[in-house]
């Protein structure tokens, strides 16, 4: 049986934080300038817990896709 992964316990600097959503440091510091994602100060440093990453996570809103019947492809990506 595979085991898995531990949970990260601790805390990310902003730099990481990006990295672990996926988005730019710009887009970081603006979530947590706007109070979406919570962040602390240690020091000089900023860092963002993991707790605080998933809670925004999980608060970001869902992606609606709609099929469109109209489109050329149907969705099917052909490159080449």
Do not use: Y
């Not at 595979?2 to 730019?24: C, H, T, Y």
């Not at 602390?40 to 469109?68: C, G, H, M, Y």
């Amino acid at each position: 049986m595979s085991q898995q992964p531990e949970k990260p316990r601790g805390a990310m600097s902003v730099n990481d934080f990006a990295l672990w959503a996926g988005i730019g440091r710009t887009s970081a510091w603006r979530e947590i300038r706007e109070g979406n994602l919570r962040a602390v100060k240690v020091s000089a440093r900023t860092i963002i817990r993991f707790a605080d990453a998933e809670s925004w996570l999980a608060t970001r809103p869902q992606l609606s896709v709609r099929s469109n019947p109209q489109s050329p492809n149907n969705g099917n990506c052909h490159h080449g």
